[in-house]
């Protein structure tokens, strides 16, 4: 166990429907970070979050939205799915920004399955 | 944006093997990491060097933070069965976001 938890750990939807991601980071981490893989590929950077504010945004659509609450955890936010979407969604978390390179420590993923 | 080139990109090799794979950067990072994928996993960390030159083992791991700063290595020793995954390089500068290359696929045949 990471310490980061991701709820659900599958979903099955269908296009055009949304979902909401969920991610409780580890104890102490301020930092929440949303990454996407789809098969095959590496791991693509959504957005971050730290301490309730956005800090960084990456290739995220503006279909996806995401948030940090006040008890850190952070929800990802996925509306009018399309078939593309269909991935593992992580979420990783660190003490702050990551500086000295502590890295970051990743939840197990969401997988997400577009029908 | 900063992009990390990760290679080989897959590696087929019988148990047994010696493994080895690196990750180039045309940035300097003062930080590089390396983690292990499982399927079906979250990535999880392997090895982290924190300054140019060092060589830092776990296990049968090696990784090297190389000189320029801009490289870095990881090598796996007597590759067992569960060596398998994907293996991704990171690296970090400053307070900005890690920078992952696109991973490093090890299959091992029995």
């Known amino acids: 166990d990471s310490g980061v938890t991701q709820t659900p750990k599958h979903l099955i939807t269908a296009t055009g429907q949304r979902v909401t991601l969920r991610c409780s980071p580890r104890s102490g981490d301020l930092s929440v970070y949303w990454y996407q893989q789809s098969l095959d590929q590496g791991l693509q950077f959504l957005i971050q979050y730290y301490n309730g504010e956005e800090r960084a945004k990456g290739n995220i659509l503006e279909r996806f939205s995401a948030q940090q609450f006040p008890d850190l955890h952070s929800e990802l936010n996925l509306s009018s799915l399309e078939l593309g979407d269909s991935a593992l969604y992580f979420c990783?978390?660190?003490?702050?920004?990551?500086?000295?390179?502590?890295?970051?420590?990743f939840g197990s993923g969401t997988r997400l399955t577009v029908v | 944006g900063q992009q990390l080139n990760q290679s080989p990109q897959s590696m087929f090799i019988q148990e047994g093997e010696d493994v080895s794979m690196n990750c180039t950067s045309s940035s300097i990072f003062n930080t590089w990491l390396w983690y292990k994928q499982d399927p079906g996993e979250g990535p999880v960390l392997l090895i982290a060097l924190y300054k140019a030159g060092e060589l830092t083992s776990n296990g049968r791991l090696t990784a090297q933070f190389g000189i320029t700063r801009k490289d870095s290595f990881l090598n796996i020793s007597a590759s067992i069965p569960s060596d398998v995954g994907i293996y991704f390089c990171?690296?970090?500068?400053?307070?900005?976001?890690?920078?992952f290359g696109q991973g490093t696929r090890l299959t091992i045949n029995p």
């Open positions: 990171a690296g970090l500068k400053g307070a900005q976001k890690l920078v």
């Open positions: 990783a978390s660190s003490v702050g920004h990551p500086q000295g390179g502590y890295g970051y420590t």
